[in-house]
Every structure is written in C-alpha cells, then in structure tokens.
C-alpha cells in the first residue's frame, strides 16, 4: 500500500466517521421531533401516552401481549390505562413501574407470567422495547446502560433508539390509528369466522413445556421483580400482581413456585392461569396463550370482583 | 467468527494494519494471514481447526506426490489419498448419521429392527467449503493445470484464508495461490471498491436478509395452520432472504479480501435475473456451480458420452451438489428439482434450436427456483410436502402479517435490495467493481447512509444461512 493509497483510506475513514455521525444526529433529533408528537401505534405512541397520563390515572395495567389484549379497562373506569405490551415481559413492566410518581395514591396491576420466570434464556432483553427513549428519558437511559442491553454503537449512532420502529412511527405521524383521548391501552382480540378453524386447530395442539425442568426462579427476572417490591414498600400504591387464565396450562409446578415467592416477597398474587379449565368453550380463546375479546370480558369481570375483595 | 459481529469489526483493522505494516515481505504477510485465519475459524470452536489442518497437510503433501508420480496409475493413486481423506472427512462430519438414520429406516422398514446407529457429531462450519477447495486443488494437479504449491505457509493460507474460509466462495488454487505467492498490493480502486461491497454486503445480510427472515421463520414454524397465500409469501420472502443473506456474506468476503490486495471470484450475478434455470446456474452460488461443473460433471463424462448420458451426468450432478447443502432428502430434492428442470431445459433447446426462452422464461425460472426453496427451507419432507400440498389443492385465503413492523420493514427493504440490483443490471458495471462509479466524498456519503440504514433497520443477528453447510 503506498502513501497515495493510505491517505485515500484514512481520508474516506474520516469522511465516513464525520458524515455517518452528522447524519446520525441529523436523523435523531428529527424521529425525535416527529416521535413526540405520536400517540398512537406500539412502535412508540402507546409509550408517549403512557408517560403522558401515568401520573393522572387511578388505575394501571402492566405486563405484556397478554395484559394488553386480557384486562379489559372500560370495567375499570375512565381513570384507568392499560400499559400491556406486545413482546415485553418483568424487566420492561420494572422500569415503567420505577418512572411513577411515589406519592400518587394509585392501584397498579403488574400481570406476570410464569414463562420469563422460570426460563434459562430470559435475559431481560425486552427492556429494548424503551430504547426510544435512550438519552431521552434519565431514568430509562440509567436503567438500560445498568442492564448490559444496549449496544456499544448505540452509545455513538443515537438513531439505533428507533431501529426496527421508524415505518411504524412515520405511518401514525401522518396517520393516526385512532384517536388516543378515547383510548385505555386495552386492545381486544377479535376472532373472525374465518379464523375459527385456524384457531380450532391452534388449541387441538400438543402442549410441549418441560415441567420437569422448572426448578429455579431466573435471577434476572427475580431482580427487576424486587426492584418492583423496593417500589412498593416507598410509594403509596395498592399493587396486586396477576396471571391471566392459559389454555389447558400443562404444568401447575411454575405457578405455585412463583405464587411463594411473590408470597416470600410479601407481594398480593392472584393467579388466575386455570380460570377457564373446566369451560369447553374454544370461543374464549385467540390462541392458546391469549383470550379473545370475549375471554378478556369474562375474566376481566372476574378479576374486578377478585381485586375488590383484595382491596376491601 | 462473524463478518456481522462486534468481533469482526475490531479483528478486520487490527490484521489490515499489521498486514501493511509488513508489505515489505509478503511471507510475514502470509505468515499474519494464516495465523489471523486460524483465530478467526477458532474463535468459534478451536478444536475444529485440527480438521483444517489434517486436509491442508493431506492436500500438500498429495499434491507434491501427483506431481512427482510416473504414469496416470500412480498419479491417480495419490489423488485417491485426497479423495478419500477430504470425501472421508464430510462423510464421518457431515453425511454420517443421514446414512446410519436412512440404512436403519430402510432396514426397519423391510422388518429388520436395527439399533440406533447415530453419533452425536458437531458439524464443523465450513467443512464442505474447505474440503472442495482442496480437492480441486489436488484434481488440478492430476489435471496437470497447475503445479503443486511448494511454499507449505503459502498452501495452508490458500486452504484457510479467512475471507472465505468458512462459507466461500470456493476459490480454485488456480487463481488464489499465485497471488498469495507473490507480493500483494493495495491501490485506491481496491480499497473503494472493497470497501463499498463489504457495506452492501452487510447490508444486504442484516438489513434485508434478516429482516425477511422474521416473516419467514414465524410463517414455517406454524406452517400447519397458516394457508397457501401466507405460506407463498413467505416462501418468496425467503427465496429473497437467502439470495441476499448469501451474496451478502460474498460480498462481505470479496470486500475484505479486496482490502489484503486479494481478487476472489465473483459469486453471484443478479441471479433472479435469468430466463432459463440454466442461466440462474451461471449466476447463483458461483464458484459452487462451476466447482460442480469441472470437478464432477465433466469428471462424469458431462455430455461427451451422448444424450441419455448427458441428461443422467446433470442430474447426478445436481442430486450430488443438493446432497452437498446438506445430509437429508430435502437437499437431494431441491437438487433433483433442479437436475430435471436443467435436463428438460438441454432437451428443450437441442430439439427447438434455441438458446434460451423469451421473457417468460423470468417468471419459469423463478416459479421453479421457487418450488424448490420449499424442500431447501422446510426442517423436514412431510413440512414441504404439506406446503406443496396446500398450494396444489389451491388452499389459499387471507394472509397472516403477524408483527405487521417486521413484514413492512421486510417488503419495503426487499424491494430497495431488488431496486439496487435494477441500478447495478442496467448500469452494466458489475457490483465488484461498482465502488469505482464513486468519487472520495461520494464514495463516503453512500456508506455513511448504509450505516445509517443498517442502524435504523437492523433486525436480530442471524448466522449466514449458508454456516449450516
């Protein structure tokens, strides 16, 4: 390589370095400007609205797909919001829980399952669903540097925050999916006649899970589960910790495991996984894992008159 | 080691600047290269590298002994030595337990019950790449197209050289030894050049590749539920996301070799551009296809020995080349489907007087190439059989878009791949010299926006798709 050669290199590296860093910025702060204005759609809307009202509602759901799509918030009333999200699971529902304001009386509903519990491989990377929110927001940002998730380029390429999600922001910047004043965070399943068969055939299914092979609880989950109960010990919220009714769940080990340690934690757990065991009724299902819109009715009535009797 | 890993990242600068600092020797540089190839290969599992060095020390050796030998017979003697030591390595490594597990079906099936005769064997990643290298290497000699390589660090950088050490392209001794047995050099074409296919190639891999295989791994696990429509889909994403997981692992490797002063053969040109199979041949997988050619095709006899020949050497070749993806049926399928397209095709021209079809021939080609990725993707036959099943009985209806950002994100990076891949077709200048189209500054700004692009698209790292053989 002559001297021509290696000045040309170093030259296009520099060139590259300085432009790739500029427009990195350059695209940041514009999804920023654009991402703050977006209250709809779970690539960051339902997140904005979230921080928005968190600190105005009486009621709050936390968990995932399945406390999204499973509690029905209109039961609760309009001073309730339901921030269920697909994908996430104990560290995500931890470190939106840590963002709320200690003083404000408050009944917070965190549904767990037992699958990030009592997994080897959870590694409580669903904290990744608030990387929009990296060098935005200090808590969240303090939260996902301690949690050894984020990329080491994430910490020079701002723009990695919204990787995977510009198309989604950008679709409900110019169109909205609905109007979020009216919505609560619930989203029901719907199952089309269509879908019937599909669905039918979904829950005739074999279950798999090795019950054998549950014994410990997955540290990382245990530790954002404690940073919940350091929560509650300092705030003035009621907290009451939930599992959603599953499809013939196969295994009955995982439950009560995780109902004595939340029992341990000195944390209220209704485990409501078999509330449907003995109803043949496949028209309460999505799939196995997630009720239908009529499912989430039925145990969402139930849950209600569950958590009045808690309370009282 | 990955070319798409942090690891990758910090490792490829690191040897360039050692490997320039020692321009003054190209031995050292060899030296460098051969021991920065073993880390790279180690990094995934350093007990394998025994398997590399056992066929490069076999192939050296042999190599020297086919030249020196007196008569054919003897020649031909010692290149059995390498047949059978490289044939023997995929043999045990790779097809072992196929042939154990399909010999005690057979024989269960005719009411012999036999013990399980599998073994828990780890396929050694790139194992089929390196062993076709070498045995070309040794066939060559026999050939007496190229003389046995005396320089031992030279030999044993060929075999292993990192770039394409562990999923191509297969690069004949041919082409690659003369230039690791003389000084190399770098000049700015290399370096634009090089520098702009390894940043298409990642992105092509994590951006694009990626990207589809989301839609395409969630829409084949539950292929049992999911219709025709969505499972068709799913398999044209997928003929997609191979075509740009691998072309961008050969970009990646053509790039980087590119910046050791380094000239790789190219391994895929525009492929889905192609109105016969034939032709889809000439431009898919290379350095794969034209090995296949030389070393078993014409070794076969190709179509010197009549028709009927003909059409049984193409079909063997490319029952032989499926089998070499993979130990199971669905390989041997993909590449029967192939065989007989490709003979149907030979047969067709010769009677017609044609050379090629007209712009039908695009939508054949791609319909068959299509049909057969089904048996390529699918774990099993009876996965394929029910997704051909499904399509044959016109089982199709509304399309599950599951995670509706990663099948948008998916579609809409799959057409800009397509959209560059028009650009590079109609500008006539092939993707490896492309970069040269480019001033500094330009040259900068475009792969500034591929960073960007990979930062804002970039789904879960994957292995290339082409590790698992």
Redesign the interface.
């Known amino acids: ?2 001297s ?3 000045k ?2 170093i ?2 590296v520099l ?2 370095l300085v ?2 860093y500029t ?2 910025k350059l ?1 940041f702060f514009g999804l920023n400007t654009i991402s703050d204005k977006v209250m709809t759609g779970q ?1 960051i809307g339902k997140l904005n609205q979230f921080l928005l009202v968190k600190d105005s509602v009486d009621i709050l759901v936390f968990g995932n797909s399945r406390a999204n799509h499973h509690v029905d918030m209109n039961l609760f009333g309009k001073k309730s919001y339901n921030m269920g999200m ?1 994908g996430t699971g104990i560290a995500y529902s931890s470190t939106l829980i840590n963002t709320l304001s200690k003083d404000k009386e408050q009944l917070v509903i965190v549904h767990i399952d037992t699958k990030d519990f009592f997994s080897k491989n959870y590694n409580g990377k669903d904290i990744n669903g608030l990387k929009t929110k990296f060098n935005r927001n200090v808590y969240i940002t303090d939260v996902l540097n301690k949690s050894n998730q984020i990329p ?2 994430q910490n020079i ?1 701002y ?2 925050n ?7 922001i950008i679709k409900n910047f110019i169109r909205p999916g609905y109007n979020f004043l009216e919505y609560n965070g619930y989203d029901p399943l719907l199952v089309r006649d ?1 879908q019937k068969e ?1 669905r039918d ?2 829950l005739a299914q074999k279950n798999t899970v090795d019950c054998e092979s549950i014994n410990e609880i997955n540290s990382i989950a245990l530790s954002y589960l404690q940073s919940i109960k350091d929560f509650v010990e300092n705030s003035n919220k009621e907290f009451i910790f939930v599992t959603s009714p599953t499809f013939n769940d196969p295994c009955e080990k995982d439950n009560k495991l995780l109902a004595k340690t939340l029992r341990e934690l000195g944390l209220t757990y209704l485990d409501r996984s078999n509330l449907f065991a003995n109803k043949n009724d496949n028209d309460l299902w999505k799939d196995k894992t997630h009720l239908s819109k009529k499912g989430a009715e039925s145990f969402s009535i139930n849950l209600k008159k569950e958590l009045q009797k808690v309370i009282n | 080691m990955l070319f798409n890993s942090i690891e990758y990242l910090i490792f490829l600068p690191i040897v360039f600047i050692v490997y320039w600092l020692l321009k003054s020797n190209y031995k050292y540089q060899n030296i460098l290269l051969l021991i920065s190839s073993y880390v790279f290969y180690g990094w995934w599992d350093y007990r394998f590298l025994s398997l590399i060095i056992f066929s490069s020390f076999i192939d050296y050796f042999v190599g020297k002994k086919i030249e020196k030998a007196n008569g054919k017979e003897n020649k031909k003697r010692w290149l059995l030595v390498s047949l059978c030591s490289n044939l023997g390595l995929l043999a045990i490594f790779k097809y072992y337990n196929f042939f154990a597990d399909s010999f005690a079906s057979t024989m269960s099936t005719l009411g012999w019950e036999v013990n399980d005769l599998t073994l828990n064997i780890i396929l050694p990643v790139g194992i089929s790449f390196y062993t076709f290298q070498t045995l070309s290497y040794s066939i060559d000699i026999y050939r007496e197209k190229i003389k046995s390589c005396k320089d031992i660090i030279a030999f044993f950088t060929f075999v292993s050289l990192f770039p394409q050490l562990v999923a191509g392209p297969i690069e004949r001794a041919s082409n690659l030894i003369p230039q690791i047995e003389k000084r190399r050099s770098l000049n700015s074409t290399l370096v634009k050049t090089g520098i702009f296919q390894i940043f298409i190639g990642l992105f092509r891999k994590v951006a694009i590749a990626d990207n589809l295989g989301v839609y395409v791994d969630a829409a084949y696990a539950n292929h049992e539920i999911n219709n025709g429509s969505t499972l068709l889909i799913a398999t044209i994403f997928y003929a997609f996301q191979i075509y740009f997981d691998f072309s961008g692992y050969s970009d990646i490797a053509i790039g980087s070799a590119k910046l050791f002063g380094f000239k790789f053969n190219r391994n895929f040109n525009l492929p889905y551009f192609s109105k016969t199979l034939t032709e889809f041949w000439r431009k898919w997988h290379m350095s794969l296809s034209y090995w296949l050619r030389d070393y078993l095709y014409i070794s076969l006899g190709g179509n010197r020995k009549g028709e009927i020949l003909t059409y049984r050497n193409l079909l063997l070749t490319m029952l032989l080349g499926g089998l070499w993806h993979g130990s199971s049926w669905n390989f041997i399928i993909w590449g029967g489907i192939h065989g007989l397209f490709l003979s149907f095709e030979k047969f067709t021209f010769s009677k017609l007087k044609i050379n090629t079809f007209n712009a039908f021939g695009f939508l054949y080609t791609f319909i068959v190439v299509l049909i057969a990725w089904v048996f390529f993707r699918a774990v099993d036959l009876n996965t394929a059989i029910n997704i051909l099943g499904k399509w044959i009985s016109l089982e199709f209806g509304p399309i599950f878009i599951g995670d509706i950002n990663a099948f948008v994100n998916g579609l809409l990076l799959a057409v800009t791949g397509i959209l560059i891949d028009l650009k590079i077709f109609s500008s006539k200048t092939p993707l490896e010299d492309y970069g040269t189209k480019f001033s500094t500054i330009r040259l900068s700004v475009v792969v500034s926006v591929i960073i960007l692009i990979i930062c804002l698209f970039y789904s879960t790292a994957e292995n290339f798709i082409y590790f698992q053989f």
């Open positions: 390589m002559d021509k050669t290696t040309k290199l030259k296009i060139l590259v432009i790739s427009l990195d695209i690539s697909d080491f380029f390429y723009s990695i919204y990787n995977g999600k510009i198309i989604g269509d599909i055939l979904i």
